[in-house]
Nanobody, 125 residues
Framework: QVQLVESGGGLVQAGGSLRLSCAAS????????MGWFRQAPGKEREFVAA???????YYADSVKGRFTIARDNAKNTVYLEMNSLKPEDTAVYYC???????????????????WGQGTQVTVSS
């Protein structure tokens, strides 16, 4: 069973940057589809970005051009580089893994099999 551990959250001013990391256990990491989701207080969890085995990437419209997802299979790690942060980006960010490697329903929560514990990102105005 793969396990995911996020890190890199924190407090940043609007316009600033943060990089989140998600370290995964398991020998078949390179075949997993990996996603980032976020959940703000009082709101539903929403899709942020995803990346599949061939490094194809997918983004929510709200973060396109500001966030970049990447993976390092040698380190079993997926990253979320967040630039030009806005107060509305404030949320708990979750890493998720899907054993299905195909590029379908990337933004659907039910597609993902394993979730990390989350890391808080707070953007001050």
């Amino acid at each position: 069973q793969v396990q995911l551990v996020e890190s890199g959250g924190g407090l940043v001013q609007a316009g600033g940057s943060l990089r989140l990391s998600c370290a995964a256990s398991g020998r078949t990491f390179s075949s997993y589809a990996m996603g980032w989701f976020r959940q703000a207080p009082g709101k539903e969890r929403e899709f942020v970005a995803a990346i599949i085995w061939n490094y194809s990437t997918y983004y929510a419209d709200s973060v396109k051009g500001r966030f970049t997802i990447a993976r390092d299979n040698a380190k079993n790690t997926v990253y979320l580089e967040m630039n030009s942060l806005k107060p509305e980006d404030t949320a708990v960010y979750y890493c998720a893994a899907s054993i299905r490697s195909t590029a379908q329903a990337m933004g659907v929560i039910a597609r993902y099999d394993v979730w990390g514990q989350g890391t808080q990102v707070t953007v001050s105005s």
